[in-house]
């Protein structure tokens, strides 16, 4: 796999230093702090709102806007926002990244023999995320939660970024991009022509069936186990898990998300409508749901584990369904979308997801309250025409979503709604 050197690989004297920070104490997690704009004025650190940055000045009024352009036939396969930009993933192996903080698009590879089946954009940000959820199931069992009315003021404060200064840091990040089933290329966005690889243990001569991976966790399945890796501690766990199940009708059984050492598998039949199922592989597989899919609901993308108990899956083809899995029964349905979804996000939150529409019209959901929380509309210019998988992803803390569509990812800042919820 090869780079496209950009110029931050070489000498310009419009630069600042860059101030490296550590994330995590691993040596490969450093993430540098940029202090210079696009036009080289120096910019002082710890800038205390998003807005004074040029890729959100260019986002500013509820717009949206092209930030990843791509050609006629490789078309995006991943895309993962983070707190300071977008990075995504082609079927020619290209990595694309786009900062917000300079509002510039960042070639990280040209090339490779396989397809980028996904990437995770790891900074300060969503590192922190990762630490308070693993630290909070860790300890879930001996510490009270905080309340409902504190989580709802952090989440608040975290959308608009209106909390203390010293909350706002530029930074450049990790980028992990997911190639095939083998490795992970890694790349630091501070020196784009540098790029380490992270190889994946291959212990089954088996070939592999399916690669899943959400954020910094990826699950290879094989025919008869399956794999889990973390892409920032490098630790690989395989586990048995044999794929086909044990009914015999079985034609194709397809996992198509995960959460955890939890698989959620679509398994498709001769004679009867597809199901889904929930397979907790921590606990000697243990099948935590099985029953058959609502309308559209057979399409692997609309089909997405939210938190620990609960599933969303679209029923004929613009409504949404809130659906715990652990107490067997839907909880809301959401009728607001007005044509055909085409990309749902769960990955940001336990309790809140982002929907598409085929109009463009995104909405941003509160799951456990079955509310509209925000909204917005990309622009025409965002096509869906070719029938593409698309993918949508989210930052809770900067209300920017990222869009794939046919000619690249666009971005758009969702604006809160001035009512409490919305319509369902």
Request: proline share 6%; hydrophobic share 35%; glycine share 8%.
């Amino acid at each position: 796999m090869s780079t496209v050197p950009t110029d931050d690989c070489r000498n310009n004297s419009t630069t600042a230093p860059r101030q490296m920070v550590t994330i995590d104490g691993d040596a490969r997690g450093s993430s540098s702090s940029s202090t210079t704009p696009p036009n080289g004025n120096a910019r002082a650190a710890g800038s205390n709102t998003f807005a004074e940055y040029a890729g959100f000045q260019a986002l500013s009024g509820g717009l949206g806007r092209q930030v990843v352009y791509t050609d006629l036939g490789d078309p995006i396969t991943s895309v993962h926002i983070g707190e300071w930009g977008v990075a995504a993933g082609t079927m020619l192996g290209k990595v694309w990244y786009y900062s917000l903080e300079l509002d510039e698009r960042i070639p990280l590879a040209g090339f490779s023999d396989d397809a980028v089946k996904a990437v995770f954009v790891r900074d300060s940000y969503t590192e922190a995320r990762r630490r308070d959820r693993e630290a909070g199931v860790a300890l879930s069992s001996i510490m009270s939660p905080p309340s409902e009315e504190k989580l709802g003021d952090l989440e608040e404060g975290l959308r608009h970024g209106d909390l203390e200064e010293d909350e706002v840091h530029p930074s450049t990040p990790i980028v992990y991009a997911t190639v095939g089933d083998s490795c992970a290329k890694i790349f630091d966005t501070a020196d784009p022509c540098q790029q380490s690889v992270f190889k994946f243990e291959r212990r089954s001569s088996a070939s592999v069936k399916y690669v899943v991976q959400r954020q910094n966790k990826v699950a290879i399945v094989f025919p008869g186990m399956t794999t889990f890796i973390d892409l920032v501690t490098e630790s690989q766990n395989m586990t048995p898990f044999r794929l086909q199940g044990t009914d015999e009708d079985v034609t194709m059984a397809c996992p198509t998300d995960m959460r955890d050492l939890i698989l959620l598998l679509v398994e498709h039949y001769d004679v009867k409508p597809p199901c889904y199922k929930v397979v907790d592989l921590e606990h000697d597989q243990q099948v935590l749901d099985y029953a058959p899919l609502p309308g559209r609901g057979r399409l692997c993308h609309f089909v997405r584990i939210l938190g620990p108990s609960h599933l969303v899956l679209v029923s004929e083809g613009r409504n949404l369904c809130i659906y715990d899995f652990r107490l067997k029964k839907v909880e809301h349905v959401l009728k607001e979308h007005r044509s055909d979804i085409l990309s749902i996000d769960t990955t940001f939150s336990d309790d809140e997801f982002v929907s598409v529409d085929t109009r463009g019209e995104v909405r941003l959901w509160n799951a456990a309250e079955g509310k509209l929380l925000a909204k917005g509309r990309l622009p025409k210019a965002c096509d869906f025409a070719l029938g593409f998988p698309y993918y949508v992803t989210y930052c809770p803390r900067t209300g920017v979503v990222a869009q794939t569509c046919d000619s690249g990812v666009f971005a758009l800042q969702l604006k809160p709604l001035s009512r409490p919820g919305g319509r369902a």
